[in-house]
Structure formats: structure tokens, C-alpha cells
């Protein structure tokens, strides 16, 4: 397969977080308003150009009051950071459908590196439109102070409301 450029498909794909809260249990959320890119073949990603953009305004936990609060200056601050990005920088291929894909995550103005562990799933055939369609899936750790998002509150009983440790999955799937 030759390189090609492969938009994200929102409807068929997923980009969500988990968290701890009061130590005790995890909130999941997820971004609702996304786009992306990859310039190459997704049989062989190492020279893929890949770049996303997530409407920071579009987090979802299923909870109104906290998702303002996500949005408020306590955290994502979108009035002033709007959107969140990711441009890889370095592909590494780890087996024959694995990779390591590093690149720039951008949370609230503030851009570290970050490495997503990526699984090819395949590329097939859409049988209702006739679009060839490449599946991944991925997920990685970040620290949400190392970005600026430091809010929190002290629990009666020890500990915090929330952790800072923050896992991300996708599940993308990208048209040709």
C-alpha cells in the first residue's frame, strides 16, 4: 500500500480518559468533537505524518456539573486553550502490527512528549460505501500536573479527590 492521506472517522472512533476519584474509584470521560490525520500507509506507520485535534469544550463524564468544571480554569481552561493536540515526532515499529508513537501533546498551552503504545487492527473494505477504512487502537499515561491541570481537594479520610495519574485509549478508525 502506497502513502495516502486517512482522515479520522468520528462516528466509528473513540477518544476517552480515565481517572481516579476519592481514591476509591475511577471516572471515565470522553472527547466528543475530534479530527485527525495520518499521511502514510497504515500497514507500515514509521514515516507517518499523524496530527489530532481535540475540542477540549467537548468533554463528556456523563455529569454536567463536572464537565463545566473540567472546562473551568481549574483545568482544561477552554476560553483560553480550546483545543488539545497531538503531532507525532517518532514511530517506532515494536512487532508486526505494534508500534511506539511519540509525539507533542499540547494540554493547556502547555506541550510535553508523550508515547502512545498504537496496535494496527487491519485495513478493510467498507461494504456500505466502498471506502477503504484502516483501524488502531492505543492508550498511554500522563501525569495531569505535568500539564498545568493541578486542581484538587484533600479527602477527610486521606488522600484526594483526584489522582494524577491519567490513562488515555483511542479507538480510531481512518478513511482513505
Known amino acids: 500500500m502506497t502513502k495516502a492521506i486517512w482522515n479520522v472517522d468520528k462516528v466509528h472512533s473513540t477518544i476517552g480518559f480515565t481517572v481516579?476519584?476519592?481514591?476509591?474509584s475511577n471516572v471515565k470521560g470522553t472527547?466528543?468533537?475530534?479530527?485527525?490525520?495520518?499521511?502514510?500507509?497504515?500497514?507500515?506507520?514509521?514515516?507517518?505524518?499523524?496530527?489530532?485535534?481535540?475540542?477540549?469544550?467537548?468533554?463528556?463524564?456523563?455529569?454536567?456539573?463536572?464537565?463545566?468544571?473540567?472546562?473551568?480554569?481549574?483545568?482544561?481552561?477552554?476560553?483560553?486553550h480550546p483545543i488539545l493536540t497531538f503531532?507525532?515526532?517518532?514511530?517506532?515499529?515494536?512487532?508486526?502490527?505494534?508500534?511506539?508513537?511519540?509525539?507533542?501533546?499540547?494540554i493547556r498551552g502547555t506541550t510535553k512528549p508523550v508515547t502512545f503504545d498504537i496496535t494496527f487492527e487491519g485495513v478493510a473494505k467498507d461494504p456500505m460505501s466502498g471506502d477503504e477504512a484502516a483501524g488502531f487502537t492505543g492508550h498511554t499515561k500522563i501525569s495531569r500536573k505535568d500539564f498545568g491541570l493541578t486542581w484538587n481537594a484533600a479527602l477527610e479520610t486521606g488522600g484526594f479527590v483526584v489522582g494524577d495519574d491519567v490513562k488515555i485509549n483511542i479507538e480510531i478508525q481512518l478513511r482513505k
Open 31 to 80: 472527547f466528543n468533537d475530534f479530527e485527525g490525520t495520518v499521511e502514510g500507509d497504515p500497514n507500515d506507520l514509521t514515516d507517518a505524518s499523524v496530527d489530532f485535534k481535540i475540542d477540549a469544550n467537548s468533554v463528556d463524564t456523563r455529569m454536567s456539573d463536572r464537565d463545566d468544571h473540567l472546562r473551568s480554569a481549574d483545568f482544561f481552561d477552554v476560553e483560553n
Open 20 to 24: 481516579k476519584h476519592m481514591m476509591i
Open 87 to 106: 503531532k507525532a515526532t517518532n514511530i517506532e515499529k515494536k512487532s508486526e502490527d505494534h508500534y511506539d508513537m511519540t509525539g507533542d501533546f499540547t
